[in-house]
């Protein structure tokens, strides 16, 4: 049973940080590739970044430059720094495990940027 737990979330002002969490059960997670999902009110969910388990890394063209995704193995965390935070950036945020094709959630975290 995969669990996924985020934390982090919050009310930021436009131009803020914050610093989503994801803390993994799993004894096997070094091997996946792990992802940071959004989804806003009235919209899909969309993939912001990714990081697989070399550490290649991938983002949503509108986050690149203010968003890293990293991730302790050793702890079997992942991490989602955002900086500059945007209106547009608010949303729910989720934690993904891509195990070769199966797909895991966590249970999200919300992230509003209001002034």
């Known amino acids: 049973q995969v669990h996924l737990v985020e934390s982090g979330g919050g009310l930021v002002q436009p131009g803020g940080s914050l610093r989503l969490s994801c803390a993994a059960s799993?004894?096997?997670?070094?091997?996946?590739?792990m992802g940071w999902y959004r989804q806003a009110p009235g919209k899909q969910r969309e993939l912001v970044a990714s990081?697989?388990?070399?550490?290649?890394?991938k983002y949503l063209d509108s986050v690149k430059g203010r968003f890293t995704i990293s991730r302790d193995n050793a702890k079997k965390m992942v991490y989602l720094q955002m900086n500059s935070l945007k209106s547009e950036d608010t949303a729910v945020y989720y934690c993904?495990?891509?195990?070769?094709?199966?797909?895991?959630w966590g249970q999200g975290t919300q992230v509003t940027v209001s002034s």
């Open positions: 993904h495990e891509d195990r070769f094709g199966l797909d895991y």
């Open positions: 799993e004894s096997i997670f070094s091997i996946y590739t």
């Open positions: 990081i697989t388990s070399s550490d290649t890394t």
